[in-house]
């Protein structure tokens, strides 16, 4: 997930862990059980297993207040689900997905609507070949 203020990509894997896929776009806000909400809704009908969640980190490794709200929608979405929720460092991931999108040469309006979601699928991706994905 690229967890933000105001929208929350979400990104899939296959059933083998190896590929990450965009999935969607949900409205996020200040109400943290909203926010999962949101997110549970739209994963509905696929089996999670874990969920990844990135964490934006200061360009030094620090954590900052938004990663401090991004642990706290995260450890509501694993106190609510019962589900592993890993973080991912997602420095410059919105910047890597705007890049991909315009090679897409989508309008703006379009790549303004994908963006998170890619994002979301750039961290998944990140995690997915770093961990060689083991059930951790």
Same mark, same amino acid.
């Given at each position: 997930?690229?967890?933000?203020?105001?929208? &929350?990509? #979400?990104?899939?894997?296959?059933? +083998?862990?190896?590929?990450?896929?965009?999935?969607?776009? $949900?409205t996020? @806000?200040?109400?943290l059980?909203?926010?999962? /909400?949101?997110?549970?809704?739209?994963?509905? @009908?696929?089996?999670? !297993?874990?969920? $990844? !969640? @990135?964490?934006? #980190?200061?360009?030094?490794?620090?954590? @900052?207040k938004?990663?401090? *709200?991004t642990?706290?929608?995260? +450890?509501?979405?694993? =106190? *609510?689900?019962?589900?592993? $929720?890993?973080?991912?460092?997602?420095? #410059?991931?919105? $910047?890597?997905?705007?890049?991909?999108?315009?090679? =897409?040469?989508l309008?703006?309006?379009?790549?303004?609507? /994908?963006? +998170?979601? *890619?994002?979301a699928?750039i &961290? #998944?991706?990140?995690?997915?070949?770093?961990?060689?994905?083991?059930?951790?």
């Amino acid at each position: 997930m690229d967890y933000g203020a105001k929208r &929350i990509g #979400l990104a899939v894997s296959d059933p +083998d862990a190896t590929i990450a896929s965009p999935l969607a776009t $949900v409205t996020a @806000g200040s109400n943290l059980d909203a926010c999962v /909400r949101a997110v549970l809704d739209r994963a509905c @009908g696929f089996d999670i !297993v874990a969920f $990844v !969640v @990135g964490l934006p #980190l200061n360009m030094n490794g620090t954590e @900052g207040k938004q990663a401090e *709200v991004t642990r706290r929608f995260g +450890d509501r979405l694993a =106190a *609510v689900t019962g589900k592993p $929720v890993h973080y991912w460092d997602e420095r #410059l991931t919105s $910047v890597a997905a705007g890049d991909r999108l315009r090679s =897409a040469e989508l309008t703006r309006k379009k790549r303004k609507a /994908r963006l +998170d979601r *890619v994002a979301a699928q750039i &961290i #998944l991706q990140e995690f997915l070949d770093a961990k060689g994905w083991l059930g951790c």
